[in-house]
Nanobody, 127 residues
Framework: QEQLVESGGGLVPAGGSLRLSCVAS????????MGWFRQAPGQELQIVAA?????????YYAESVKGRFTISRDNVKNTVTLQMNRLKHEDTAVYYC???????????????????WGQGTQVTVSS
């Protein structure tokens, strides 16, 4: 069973920045498409950003975070990162990273295609 461990969450004022990291166990990280999801209280899980496997040639961003968030990956460090700038109160949520084993060179956006999930990290943006 592969493991994903997130870090970097916290409390930040509106307009501030946070950098979330997710470290994966095992030696097949480069073969996974990776994604960041979030879930606010009383709301459904939603995808925030995704990046394709290997070199990460393809990325996807939810409309609400385009231009503010950046997803990247480092296959040497088995890490996927979400840089979040100009944070808004509505970005408050628990953020999860996830790994998809789909054998396609795309940024996977379907939740059902993700197999491994981290435990989540809380991001709170004060207004």
């Amino acid at each position: 069973q592969e493991q994903l461990v997130e870090s970097g969450g916290g409390l930040v004022p509106a307009g501030g920045s946070l950098r979330l990291s997710c470290v994966a166990s095992g030696d097949t990280f480069s073969s996974w498409s990776m994604g960041w999801f979030r879930q606010a209280p009383g709301q459904e899980l939603q995808i925030v950003a995704a990046i394709s496997w290997r070199s990460g040639s393809y990325t996807y961003y939810a409309e609400s975070v385009k231009g503010r968030f950046t997803i990247s990956r480092d296959n040497v460090k088995n890490t996927v990162t979400l840089q979040m700038n100009r944070l808004k109160h509505e970005d408050t949520a628990v953020y999860y990273c996830a790994a998809s084993l789909a054998v396609v060179d795309v940024a996977v956006v379907l939740t059902s295609w993700y197999k491994y999930w981290g435990q989540g990290t809380q991001v709170t943006v004060s207004s």
